[in-house]
């Protein structure tokens, strides 16, 4: 067995890039797919029916269709619709949103079930609006519940990103790929790209449990 | 002040109200008793229209809140409500319960609003509690900024809900003195509860619920002493 770490760390910019790139992607992707995610909640949750259907029909269609086919679909077919070329960057970016919009709504959806009807009762008894009702009182409480889910989706992006090298994105495992083109080795680079994500969702875990402290405080008792 | 005008409520093929005609005056204590099951919450609830009746009209100061178009949030704030399982909001501080409805809502500066709800928190005995969670606070502790938090929007009309129902027996008392501390200080009160000794004590008027409709409706006095319905004597009998 003869490894040599030396010859892929040379490389390290490449990898460096790549990270950097996969994190980006994560963080838009999570940003967006969020606030769409509570939006498409709240469609699903509304009391006109279209609209429900709406929802339960996109959710359908991102949970029963594999990722990387919606990626293909955005990427290589779009264009050939809208007759503009997407950079992998963008269709990165539009995929994911709306495919973790999805999963998100229904995280949300979940969460906003859970909570006590007496809370509406309460808010409405006061003449607090829809909106604030929903903004202050109640999603504030559906996010506590389903912060460890809201975790796992996020981590989940950041592990799927990896996909984004089908199209060409330079991120982390494409960086990984282009080493082992140089270096002729392929165990190595494989080997610290994974370790790269293994240490990125530690880290992002590290942050989720104290998030998750801080937004239980109220739960404290003493 | 309220009046209702032959309200029906109907959950499915339940007919729950049959028939609601009520009135109360401005300032009164009106306490609505009755078995469980009877539909005394309900009109409660159809006051600030948490139940929307299934037919006739529901009139707070004269408008009718059961129209159509009716902006129902900006009669609901000027009518307080307080809950059985107290309904404080969870995540929020016992300050922030108490003022987040005024700023929002009535538009009242934050440094006054947070004036105004030490002002409720000394009333009803709980100023040390401003910054505690709810989960923090006993039962009777908690209905008690629920009425603090109720009274902060500075209502004309206050409904319990069976305020004293969901409590540890020792609890019942601190609840009932606050509550008594505002009968009669012009603010009108609505209350459904299931104690008889302080519902005589408190209430101008008592209104037996049985089946839907309002069987008597007469001063504590003259309720307890002499019902007029077999209903109402054969439910005295048991409560009392």
């Known amino acids: 067995m003869n490894l040599n770490f030396a010859s892929v760390w040379q490389y390290w910019p490449f990898l460096y890039n790549g990270a950097l790139l996969t994190l980006k992607m994560t963080a838009i992707c999570a940003v967006f797919g969020f606030a769409l995610g509570i939006v498409l909640s709240l469609i699903k949750l509304s009391k006109f029916r279209p609209l429900v259907w709406f929802g339960q029909f996109y959710t359908s269609i991102f949970r029963g269709t594999p990722l990387l086919v919606q990626l293909c679909i955005v990427h290589f077919g779009l264009p050939q619709l809208l007759g503009v070329p997407l950079s992998t960057t963008q269709s990165g970016i539009l995929t994911f949103s709306l495919n973790s919009a999805a999963y998100i709504s229904e995280i949300f959806r979940g969460g906003i079930q859970a909570i006590d009807k007496g809370q509406y009762e309460a808010a409405m008894s006061l003449g607090i609006g829809y909106r604030d009702m929903m903004k202050d009182i109640i999603i504030p409480q559906a996010v506590k519940h389903i912060l460890p889910s809201l975790v796992n989706e996020m981590i989940a992006l950041l592990k799927e990103s990896s996909i984004l090298s089908y199209i060409g994105a330079v991120e982390l495992l494409r960086a990984a790929d282009q080493i082992t083109v140089m270096t002729y080795r392929f165990f190595e680079p494989y080997l610290v790209v994974a370790v790269i994500y293994y240490v990125m969702v530690m880290i992002l875990s590290f942050f989720a449990a104290r998030l998750e402290r801080w937004v239980n405080r109220s739960d404290r008792v003493s | ?240």
């Open chain 2, 1 to 240: 002040m309220i009046e209702f005008r032959d309200v029906h409520k109907s959950f499915g093929k339940l007919e729950v109200l049959k028939g609601i005609q009520f009135r109360v005056e401005k300032g009164q204590v009106v306490t609505l008793i009755g078995p469980s099951g009877s539909g005394k919450s309900t009109i409660l609830r159809c006051i600030n229209l948490l139940e929307q009746p299934t037919s006739g009209q529901v009139f707070i100061e004269g408008t009718d809140i059961t129209a159509p178009k009716v902006d129902i949030q900006s009669i609901r704030k000027d009518i307080g409500m307080v809950f059985q399982h107290f309904n404080l909001f969870p995540h929020m501080t016992v300050m922030e319960n108490m003022t987040y409805a005024p700023i929002r809502v009535n538009k009242v500066p934050k440094e006054a609003a947070k004036a105004k709800a030490m002002e409720l928190l000394a009333l009803v005995g709980l100023t040390e509690k401003a910054d505690a969670y709810p989960n923090k606070l006993s039962g009777g502790q908690k209905q008690r900024i629920a009425i603090a938090r109720a009274l902060a929007m500075e209502p004309k009309i206050m409904l319990f809900d069976e305020p004293t129902s969901a409590l540890d027996p020792e609890m019942v008392k601190e609840v009932l003195e606050v509550i008594k501390s505002l009968a009669h200080t012009g603010i009108t009160m609505v209350l459904v509860t299931h104690e008889m000794g302080f519902a005589r004590e408190v209430s101008d008027r008592i209104c037996f619920i049985d089946d839907g409709q309002i069987l008597e409706d007469s001063t504590p006095d003259v309720f307890f002493a002499n019902p007029k319905t077999d209903r109402a004597k054969a439910f005295l009998e048991k409560v009392l």
